[in-house]
């Protein structure tokens, strides 16, 4: 330090000396202010005189203090006097350089830290030797040079090197040092705005211009910084303002990172010569996205990501910005947009990152090893992070479309884009080709986490009953190609939907009356249901068939296990891999809160199509009734299919892998039973066949379950849905809509309509029984039923005989095959016990084995079907039993029975014989019983009994008592098989006595006979087109099927026949004549 010579001997006694904090400050101003005593190398020093804590003492009497001194002033106080005009003044500068070094902790003194004054000085300082240097011998900072010295000290690439200890005390304080050394700008201007700010608050008010000015310079630089990263070497200032609002927003109170932001983006906006504001915010994003890719769903860090995007999304500078960041250059390419900052983050989820790569993936692991317990705790855990992440999505997209009219009109259009881009994810080609399909288009997770933050913002107007709902307006979807400025004007973004297959189509003469614009729900609620369409239903596909796999795995491994095939392991391996695989998109599937969303949004759907199929168009919802109005300008034809497609494979895929979901509203469930009643069977409001057949998939995934649940296992709750049901106002449509469907399923039009209507029927089958059990519903089927027959010749046939027609077409022709293919299954399992396929060449091995395993799918499938067929005709004659017995009708259902019968229980059973009836759902004791049951249902009626042996083909009075020895073998209850043989007994008798009278007609005339069934006829009809005359059941049977005359092949309904009655009086005449030629020649004859 610089020796002070006599200036140090008279200020002790000096009255000014109160002035300063100390007396050393004293002397070293009293030196400081003598340049020509002092050497050219000396530093000057700065005084405090009011410090921030002494800064309340009044100032009157800190006047009076100097006046009452200033007589006695020595030599030294006299040039202390000079150099300053006041003491005002003094102070004044004093302070003002030790605030500066409080908030920018910079100094250009680089005096003995012992002589200074401790108080309001901080401990650590950054020395501007290069600046103190310059102004040649000032060694105070002040409002003229603060803002050379921050600029100087931002310059510094290693300020640590420069520190300063500020007072005496030299104790380690690493705090200190770390703040006035900070080496990165960004951070290093935010705190130097913290402590202004705090000095703002603390300062006498005649600093506070000063310390605001500070505050300002702080902004000023860190603009400066941004809009010139080039000057700071070694920075990369844009990753220093990510981390600085990253850490904010990982701690409580971010409020004041934000507030320095704000007015760093006023400065910027205010001037953008150097760069605009977008070139200074674009580097940030990229960052943000870099880091965000690596991140994983059940990483805390990851949160405080969003919680940053969260606030960019909030900043309306920011949010433009980021929404033309995120515009692909190339807008056709779906993959594109998963690329951009927005697609990232919702590329972030439980499910794999690479499709069919388990490695490296952080859930399930050891699938096998895993408890259930286990298992679903893992799972609800993933539950609870998606949440807090499909929340913070949902706000973020909410923040962007409540900015600004252009933001909104950006991220709609970009949403818009990207749907129509990823359009090619609901294609068939898509799923069996996925390298391709991962090249192409956006990820699974994406669309999932996008549809579940679109869900989220659909919930304001996701009420069945919300007026809202009837504002929609699906004129939207048959909007062509609209110009850009039309798009942003009608509010208008989703592209290519006027290319969709809607509910009905266009009537002829309906125009479209499309909306000048239409509102946020229209469009919330049409990109909601496309993004659904596009990824929850093929995520739903895959579980399907991953489950299907994993059991015929499972199967397979379970029999090497048991051979020591030494496969088992790697068998056991690709279990595990697609366990994980299967687990994980369950996990991302089945978020309880987002089943939830979905689940109003589906009902609501519902709701709204009810009231278009109605025809209102009013503000208020209307009830529904029936019967349904006519449609007139119908808004239904501009209604994609996707509506309800996306409707049905919710509520299936609750029934299959969220059953409890279906328990939570009852009032959905009544949405959901109003809109299939509305449409399942109602061709005028839903075209597709397939598409109302799938409504009776998605009846049966919402009726409560009848089958027996496996031991152990949980029984699911069925209250509200049981009570839903039972209650349900419009049960006598629904069964209608029902079997109408049943029907209509035949004729679809479609190539493999035969072998589809199989599967349609399935699920119809326990609906039935179900409704069946249900007195409402029970009344409502048997009233079909008598109407039928009241109407058997009416010109369109009755809907429950078309319906009975089919169900037994379906009962032989599944049966039948069921017989088929378990014979030849039989025959395999013979060769393989036997050792035959063992001396086969390894090709022809695989070829029987597959054969083998194709034929029992098979052979299971025909076996389920012919099950429920025949179960279902037995609850059916229980109590209708006069439609079956009718002539149009009774031949073929015995015939059935008896053909039946004989493969069951007659001497081509062996045949049946496989190993293991459950591995193909072979269940012949049932089919036995439920036979056995129609006959007794319908046995008490005289004309069922006459009719049983008119089937030459199978029956014979020895097939009949073969079943009740089977009867009995099956221990079936005594008064069943007493019932049943009784009913043999009365059945031979007419057998006998029609053998007799068939013995009479055998030499009957050609033309009496019916030409189709070769039997007498006694109820003629003449066929108009053909003029061929047949029998009137054997042409009302084939017109069940078939409405033309099957000789010609022209139209035909049962009111254009004609009676022949001409040739029945003929035949009538034949038969009495007989009849006397008979009695005549008596007995013996």
């Not at 105070?140 to 300020?159: H, K, T, V, Y």
């Not at 603390?202 to 010139?228: G, H, I, M, Q």
């Not at 978020?591 to 689940?599: D, I, N, S, V, Y």
Request: aromatic fraction near 8%.
């Amino acid at each position: 330090m610089t020796d002070q010579g006599n200036n140090n001997q008279n200020i002790s006694c000096n009255p000014f000396a109160a002035l300063f904090s100390s007396l050393a400050d004293a002397k070293q101003f009293a030196s400081g202010q003598k340049p020509q005593q002092l050497s050219a190398e000396a530093p000057c020093h700065t005084v405090s005189c009011i410090t921030v804590e002494d800064s309340g003492e009044s100032q009157s009497e800190s006047e009076n203090s100097v006046s009452d001194s200033v007589d006695d002033n020595d030599d030294s106080v006299a040039e202390i006097s000079r150099s300053f005009r006041s003491r005002q003044e003094l102070c004044e500068q004093l302070n003002v350089n030790h605030m500066i070094q409080r908030i920018f902790l910079i100094t250009l003194d680089n005096s003995d830290p012992s002589l200074r004054g401790g108080n309001g000085i901080p401990p650590r300082c950054v020395y501007l030797e290069e600046m103190a240097a310059d102004l040649d011998g000032q060694d105070w900072l002040d409002m003229d040079n603060i803002e050379q010295a921050l600029f100087n000290r931002l310059l510094l690439l290693e300020p640590g090197n420069h520190l300063i200890y500020m007072t005496s005390c030299s104790a380690v304080n690493l705090s200190a040092d770390r703040d006035a050394g900070e080496k990165s700008a960004i951070p290093y201007l935010f705190a130097c705005y913290q402590r202004a700010k705090e000095e703002v608050t603390k300062v006498p008010e005649k600093l506070l211009s000063f310390a605001v000015r500070c505050k300002n310079l702080t902004v000023s630089n860190t603009r400066t910084v941004l809009l010139t990263p080039e000057i700071y070497i070694s920075q990369n200032v844009y990753e220093q303002l990510l981390d600085l609002l990253l850490e904010a927003f990982r701690g409580a109170q971010p409020e004041e990172v934000v507030e320095f932001v704000e007015e760093v983006i006023t400065g910027i906006l205010s001037d953008q010569e150097v760069r605009t504001f977008e070139e200074v915010i674009v580097p940030v994003f990229d960052i943000f996205q870099g880091r965000i890719k690596d991140l994983d769903l059940c990483q805390p860090l990851l949160y405080s990501y969003l919680d940053v995007l969260l606030y960019f999304s909030h900043n309306k500078d920011i949010a433009k910005v980021l929404v033309e960041h995120i515009q692909p250059k190339d807008p056709a390419n779906g993959l594109q947009y998963q690329k951009s900052l927005l697609g990232a983050v919702l590329s972030i989820s439980c499910l794999l990152k690479t499709p069919g790569v388990v490695e490296g993936h952080g859930y399930f692991l050891n699938p096998s090893r895993s408890s259930a317990q286990e298992t679903k705790v893992q799972e609800a855990n993933i539950h609870q992070f998606m949440g807090q992440f499909q929340d913070k999505l949902h706000q973020i997209l909410k923040n962007l479309l409540q900015r600004s009219g252009e933001t909104r009109h950006l991220l709609l259009s970009w949403l818009g884009s990207c749907l129509q881009a990823n359009a090619g994810r609901a294609k068939i080609w898509a799923n069996q080709m996925p390298e391709i399909f991962f090249q192409m288009y956006a990820s699974d997770a994406f669309f999932l986490n996008l549809g579940a933050a679109l869900l989220k913002l659909c919930q304001p107007f996701c009420k069945p009953r919300s007026p809202k709902l009837l504002t929609f307006n699906p004129t939207y979807c048959a909007l062509k190609e609209l110009s850009e400025e039309e798009r942003r004007n009608r509010n208008v973004h989703a592209t290519g939907l006027d290319k969709e297959t809607c509910l009905i189509p266009v009537p002829p003469q309906q125009p479209v009356e499309s909306a000048q614009s239409y509102s946020l729900l229209t469009e919330n609620l049409i990109l909601t249901q496309l993004t659904l369409h596009l990824g929850f239903h093929r995520l739903h596909e895959q579980m399907v068939k991953m489950n299907q796999s994993l059991h015929r795995l499972q199967v397979t491994w379970q029999e090497a296990q048991r051979t020591g095939n030494p496969m088992s392991e790697q068998l056991l391996e690709q279990f595990e891999r697609l366990m994980i695989v299967y687990l994980s998109t369950k996990a991302a599937t089945t978020q309880p809160a987002m089943l939830q969303c979905c689940l109003n949004l589906q009902a609501s759907t519902g709701a709204l199509l009810v009231q278009l199929g109605m025809g209102n168009q009013g503000p208020e919802h209307v009830a529904l009734s029936f019967p349904l109005p006519s449609l007139q300008n119908t808004m239904l034809c501009y209604v994609p299919e996707f509506f309800a497609e996306n409707l049905g494979d919710f509520f299936i895929f609750l029934r299959r892998f969220a059953d409890d979901v279906l328990e939570t509203s009852a009032e959905s469930l009544e949405q959901i039973l109003n809109f299939i009643t509305v449409f399942m069977g109602n061709v005028e409001r839903m075209k597709n066949p397939h598409l109302r057949a799938k409504l009776a998939e998605v009846l049966e995934a919402v009726m409560p379950h009848m089958e027996p649940v496996a031991p152990g296992a949980v029984q699911p709750i069925v209250f509200q849905r049981e009570r839903v049901f039972c209650s349900y106002r419009h049960a006598p449509q629904l069964a209608e809509a029902l079997i109408t469907v049943f029907v209509d399923i035949e004729f679809t039009g479609d190539p493999h309509q035969f072998e589809q209507k199989f599967n349609y029927r399935r699920p119809m089958y326990p609906i039935l029984k179900y409704m069946w059990g249900k007195e409402n519903y029970r009344e409502s089927i048997k009233h079909l039923a008598h109407y039928a027959s009241e109407n058997l010749e009416a010109m369109n046939p009755p809907l429950f005989l078309r319906f009975l027609n089919l169900l037994m077409n379906d009962a032989i022709f599944l049966l039948d095959e069921a017989i088929q293919y378990l014979s030849k299954i039989k025959v395999l399992q013979l060769e393989r016990d036997r050792g035959e396929w063992e001396g086969l060449a390894p090709d022809a091995r695989r070829e029987k084995e597959s054969s083998l395993q194709m034929l029992g799918q098979l052979g299971r499938f025909h076996n389920i079907m012919s099950n429920e067929t025949i179960g279902t005709l037995a609850f059916l004659t229980s109590e209708i039993k006069g439609i079956f017995v009718h002539p149009f009708l009774a031949e073929r259902i015995i015939s059935m029975l008896n053909y039946f019968l004989q493969h069951l229980v007659g001497p081509k059973m062996g045949a049946l014989k496989v190993k293991d009836f459950s591995e193909f759902d072979f269940k012949p004791q049932q089919l036995v019983s439920d036979i056995c049951t129609i006959y007794l249902n319908l046995g008490d009626e005289e004309n069922f009994c006459a009719t049983v042996p008119k089937d030459e083909r199978s029956y014979s009075p020895t097939l009949f008592s073969q079943t009740v020895r089977v009867l009995k073998k099956i221990n079936k209850p005594g008064d069943m098989i007493v019932a049943f043989g009784l009913l043999a007994d009365k059945i031979k008798s007419n057998a006998d006595r029609q053998q007799q009278e068939e013995e009479t007609y055998s030499d009957a005339p050609d033309e009496f006979l019916d030409p189709i069934m070769s039997t007498l006829m006694l109820d003629p009809v003449l066929l108009p087109s053909s003029n061929v005359t047949v029998n009137r059941s054997t042409i009302a049977r084939h017109l069940l099927s078939d409405q033309t005359d099957p000789f010609n092949r022209s139209p035909l309904t049962m009111d254009q026949i004609r009676p022949n009655e001409e040739l029945r009086q003929q035949i009538l005449q034949w038969l009495e004549k007989h009849k006397q030629e008979r009695l005549q020649l008596g007995p013996s004859g």
